[in-house]
């Protein structure tokens, strides 16, 4: 079973803060994304990785920036967060192999003072 | 520009009825489609998907149909049960678009399936 692990259910932070989302997957997926998701809009893509050190912008990158210093993990970070950046926060991963879906973390739901 | 369109924001149906879920694209270079179930606070499940080359899909009691030329895909679930009542999120994807891995979602339909 693939499994998807992000560092916190829910978070609470000040308008301001630096935030720091982690996702680990155990997979040995390539690729690897990031997506908020808000009511009625269904999922936006933020970034994702097809390799270490590899980053590509989804929709929505404004506000946001990502690393990946392992295979394994994929790091989103709100360099200020704002008030319009409270949302749930989804990681995902997939393999390179054509086509599969992506397999998605527990979520984090984040609000922003 | 919603490339891939739910438009039903929810469905209520009785327990062993069957669940017609619908979903529209516009974007015809799409080739892969994919059903994911979304409970509260969690994270979206993978339910079942379809390549362009198919007409239907089934995994037990979800079966997925696909008509090309006209841009839309459903999904059945048949019987439905309590355990199915959440928001249903329809995806699609393309080769040419980084390799499948830019996944457009729609809006999702929330699902309730009451005795």
């Known amino acids: 079973d693939v499994k998807v692990t992000q560092s916190s259910r829910y978070l609470v932070k000040r308008t301001g803060e630096k935030v720091f989302l982690e996702c680990v997957q155990d997979m040995d997926h390539e690729n690897m994304f990031w997506y908020r998701q808000d009511p009625g809009l269904g999922l936006r893509l933020i970034y994702f990785?097809?390799?270490?050190?590899?980053?590509e912008k989804g929709d929505i990158p404004e506000g946001y920036s990502v690393s990946r210093e392992k295979k394994e993990r994929f790091s989103l970070i709100l360099e200020s967060a704002s008030t319009n950046q409270t949302s749930m926060y989804l990681c995902a991963s997939r393999p390179t192999r054509d086509p599969r879906p992506q397999y998605f973390g527990p979520g984090t739901r984040l609000l922003v003072l | 520009d919603q490339q891939v369109k739910q438009n039903s924001p929810s469905l209520s149906v009785q327990e062993g009825r069957i669940s017609i879920l619908n979903c529209d694209y516009t974007n015809s270079m799409f080739d892969y489609f994919l059903w994911y179930k979304k409970y509260p606070a969690e994270g979206p499940t993978f339910l079942i998907s379809?390549?362009?080359?198919?007409d239907k899909n089934e995994d037990g009691r979800f079966t997925v149909f696909l008509n090309k030329s006209a841009k839309h895909l459903s999904l059945h679930i048949v019987p439905s049960q309590p355990g199915d009542s959440a928001v249903y999120f329809c995806?699609?994807?393309?080769?040419?678009?980084?390799?499948?891995?830019?996944?457009?979602f729609g809006a999702g339909t929330r699902l309730a399936v009451h005795p």
């Open positions: 379809i390549s362009s080359i198919k």
């Open positions: 995806a699609a994807s393309s080769s040419l678009s980084g390799g499948y891995n830019k996944l457009i």
């Open positions: 990785s097809y390799d270490v050190k590899m980053k």
